[in-house]
């Protein structure tokens, strides 16, 4: 999870204009749509599960399932 500790420093670096703010962040994980069976996407299962390990703020989109999203403010706090 070397991108993820990457987008951890980057935004811990940039809290003062992010924090406390609530700027989306947003991991594109696709929904499935090429999949073999339509829906079911394998790279999001395992971001999810990856993220949900760490304990992360990231959860999927109520509007659109093929993404992970946190606030800005929630990342720094994580």
Do not use: C, M, Y
């Not at 993820?4 to 924090?19: C, E, M, N, T, Y």
């Not at 989109?61 to 946190?70: E, F, I």
């Amino acid at each position: 999870a070397i991108w993820l500790s990457a987008v951890r420093d980057s935004i811990a670096l940039s809290s003062g204009g992010l924090k406390g703010t609530k700027t989306p962040l947003t991991v594109i994980t696709g929904w499935g749509k090429h999949s073999t069976v339509e829906g079911s996407s394998q790279v999001k299962d395992a971001a999810v599960d990856l993220l949900r390990q760490l304990d992360s703020p990231f959860k999927v989109s109520p509007k659109n399932p093929g993404l992970l999203t946190a606030t800005a403010a929630q990342v720094t706090e994580w």
